[in-house]
Nanobody
């Protein structure tokens, strides 16, 4: 069974930094694109950043220049370095993998359980 487990969330003051990690565990051959999404109370889940297996990245306009997504393919892990945090960044952050290749087949659109990030003003 493949799991995506996020960690690194917490409470931080505005202007501070956090680094989120998402580690995929299980029998994994490879993972295609990986993403970070977030969902604030009363709002829809939205894309924060994405990274291809080759390292090409994309970001939501609201986080460009402040957040950096990266990955370690050998560890099946994706990271999100968040700097200059603002109260409006407060949300549950979710990791997503669009395709996880396993010996048994392909898992599509796989999600982690989420990690809470709270930024105080």
């Amino acid at each position: 069974q493949v799991q995506l487990v996020e960690s690194g969330g917490g409470l931080v003051q505005a202007g501070g930094s956090l680094r989120l990690s998402c580690a995929a565990s299980g029998s994994i051959s490879s993972i295609n694109d990986m993403y970070w999404y977030r969902q604030a109370p009363g709002k829809q889940r939205g894309l924060v950043a994405g990274i291809t297996r080759g390292g090409t990245t994309n970001y939501a306009d609201s986080v460009k220049g402040r957040f950096t997504i990266s990955r370690d393919n050998a560890k099946n892990t994706v990271y999100l370095q968040m700097n200059s945090l603002k109260p409006e960044d407060t949300a549950v952050y979710y990791c997503n993998a669009d395709k996880v290749f396993t010996p048994s087949g392909v898992i599509f659109n796989h999600w982690g359980q989420g990690t809470q990030v709270t930024v105080s003003s």
